[in-house]
Nanobody
Framework: QVQLVESGGGLVQAGGSLRLSCAAS????????IAWFRQAPGKEREFVAA????????YYADSVKGRFTISRDNAKSTVYLQMNSLTPQDTAVYYC??????????????????????WGQGTQVTVSS
């Protein structure tokens, strides 16, 4: 089993930046992809970004392309989400999720919640106008 813990959320003004962290522990060798999702009040959970190291793949939602960057520090078993040029529409609880599936290439499947076996508890990001 893999445990995921998010951190780095907080309150920031529009135009500002935050870096979220997703630290993995447990059977981390079985994890092959990590994604970030977010959920705003009254809305469904939506995909933000994913990294699948088995495929060397990065995948982003159109709404965050050019503003957010997902990366991985293998030595620390941590995945980061650097968020720049934040807007109030980015306000949400951000969750990281892990998958044991083996990916051969970038695939839209990385954006589906059903692809992921385990989830963190979430971290709140609030962007003020």
């Amino acid at each position: 089993q893999v445990q995921l813990v998010e951190s780095g959320g907080g309150l920031v003004q529009a135009g500002g930046s935050l870096r979220l962290s997703c630290a993995a522990s447990g059977r981390t060798f079985s994890s092959r992809a990590i994604a970030w999702f977010r959920q705003a009040p009254g809305k469904e959970r939506e995909f933000v970004a994913a990294i699948a190291w088995s495929a060397g793949a990065l995948y982003y939602a159109d709404s965050v392309k050019g503003r957010f960057t997902i990366s991985r520090d293998n030595a620390k078993s941590t995945v980061y989400l650097q968020m720049n040029s934040l807007t109030p529409q980015d306000t949400a609880v951000y969750y990281c999720a892990g998958s044991n599936r083996y990916y051969y290439a970038v695939t839209p499947a990385l954006s589906l919640t059903d692809e992921y076996n385990y989830w963190g508890q979430g971290t709140q990001v609030t962007v003020s106008s």
